[in-house]
């Protein structure tokens, strides 16, 4: 991700930095505590988008994001104040709801014919404020509860509360592509090249997200090579580039070198099953560690 993200130029807040819990499914939880805290590091009116970090790529940059963000929320009429979008996927992958739960975020607006009906929190962009008011909701309907990821949690709240004219969806796959049973939706999969779009939503997905049973390297490595930048970024100069660029950990910008000392060699020989086993890599010791969440105490 951060790669992708220096290659497009975008600014990017690492959010759970040396918070070793959150690795494996039993911490997926804790990204609720982080998600409560990125939102009120913003001002309220800022738009917010956020990515998982091990499993996704940028597909394009700020000011594509920025576009997509707009006309995602213009077409779901909603509400500034309150603006806030989520990824969606093709799988109902809580599994706390009923099937008819699960049927009950299937509130695609009128005119909207898709595959992608459900939430899925490994993407999402919005308004910071709108954000603060939702993960607070999420944190108090938890209720200190720790057995289930953080997607569950959410949608728990989304079934109780009745979120669907607060929120929106990316039913188009506009700013988040999820990929689980979704790659050949990509337009002549398997012989994709870029501009990398959705044939199926007739978009341009501005993040691709790896997300569930499609972290497979084979599918991985054949998005990762046909991205637009993927050619400058296989160049010595290019990998110089990823590895002096800066990223704000807790208020200090740290270029990517110092956060994935090993990072580098990998696109070398090509091994992304390797780059995958790095989601979770320890720090090299150089940036400060976030300092945990309120609530990040709590006993499992």
Known sequence: MLASAAMNNISIDVFGWGDEKLSGTKGWWRKLLWFREMSRSYDPEDVVVFVDA???LFNTGVDEIRAAYIA????????QSTEFIWSAERNCGMRTLTRSECQTLHNIPAGISTPYRWLNSGGWAGRAGAA???FDTVDEDRNGRTKQADQA????????RGWKHRHGLDYSQTLFMSMYRSEKDICGWPDIQPPLRNCRTNSTPAVFHFNAGSKAPETFEKVLHETHWW???DTPEGRRKVSEFKVNVSGNAVPIKDLCPTGYGLVEN??????LAQIGVKSSGKPRLISPPPGADVKE
Do not use: C, N, P
Request: charged share 35%; glycine share 4%.
């Open 54 to 56: 091990g499993d996704t």
């Open 72 to 79: 995602t929320a213009a077409t779901q009429r909603l509400k």
């Open 132 to 134: 603060k008011y939702l």
């Open 153 to 160: 949690f959410i949608a728990e709240s989304h079934v109780k």
């Open 231 to 233: 050619k400058e970024f």
């Open 270 to 275: 090509r091994d992304v099953s390797r780059i």
